[in-house]
């Protein structure tokens, strides 16, 4: 699985959007991009994910790059609880259609302030 | 989406002694997976376990210190054996529900000290 490669650290403004970038510039063509976040003391949590078109839901939008090796995760009014750190991992499957196991990094820790 | 629950949530054991975590998922889940985050680190996958058969553990990881139980499709047990104080740190379930290229779901985790 490609490895991905994120700032450690970044602030940002209650209200304001938060963007969140990743580099997966090894990514083959069949690994989709999943962002994931941790709030402290508790499990990870799903957020979105996506192959190569723009994805949108109630948390969060994703914008990969038209050469796939970079994305961005927007949180478009970012919150106090939105604290936490901001995992991006890509993978795929085989042609057997088998889970491969997700490489965790160590993230962004995103700290929004008031 | 899949809801995970794991207990306990936290536990303070002894170094020599056992502590099973289990993990219960609300729907039937194709794949189970246990996780280990030590201390300001991120997820290490401990094994995949697997439903009815033996699981399939990741390098670093045995039988004999992390067995591993799969009954049906919504349950599964994680014991970490003869604790030593190394083994202090958050042990976290996550299943993947649907097709391939689902995303996985977590528990909240087990937050376990070794004394």
């Known amino acids: 699985d490609a490895k991905t490669t994120q700032p450690p650290s970044m602030d940002c403004a209650e209200g304001r959007a938060a963007n969140l970038p990743c580099n997966h510039s090894t990514i083959s063509g069949n690994e989709y991009v999943y962002w994931y976040r941790q709030i402290h003391s508790q499990g990870p949590q799903y957020i979105i994910h996506?192959?190569?078109?723009?994805e949108t839901n109630e948390m969060a939008s994703l914008i990969i790059t038209e050469d796939r090796k970079s994305s961005t995760l927007i949180l478009p009014h970012a919150t106090l609880r939105d604290t936490a750190v901001y995992y991006c991992?890509?993978?795929?499957?085989?042609?057997?259609?088998?889970?491969?196991?997700?490489?965790w990094g160590l993230g962004t820790s995103l700290a929004v302030n008031p | 989406s899949a809801v995970i629950s794991q207990k306990p949530s936290r536990d303070i054991c002894q170094r020599g002694t056992s502590l099973t975590i289990q993990c219960q998922v609300d729907?039937?889940?194709?794949?189970m997976f246990w996780y280990r985050q030590q201390p300001g680190q991120s997820l290490t996958l401990i094994a995949t376990?697997?439903?009815?058969?033996?699981?399939?553990?990741e390098s670093g990881f045995v039988i004999d210190k992390f067995p591993i139980s799969r009954p049906n499709l919504t349950f599964s047990t994680l014991t970490v054996s003869n604790m030593s104080p190394e083994d202090s740190s958050i042990y976290l379930c996550s299943a993947r529900t649907g097709v391939r290229n689902s995303p996985l779901h977590f528990g909240n985790g087990t937050r376990l000290t070794v004394t």
């Open positions: 376990a697997n439903q009815g058969s033996e699981a399939t553990y």
């Open positions: 991992i890509v993978r795929g499957g085989d042609n057997a259609g088998n889970n491969r196991k997700l490489i």
């Open positions: 729907s039937q889940v194709t794949m």
């Open positions: 996506g192959l190569k078109n723009n």
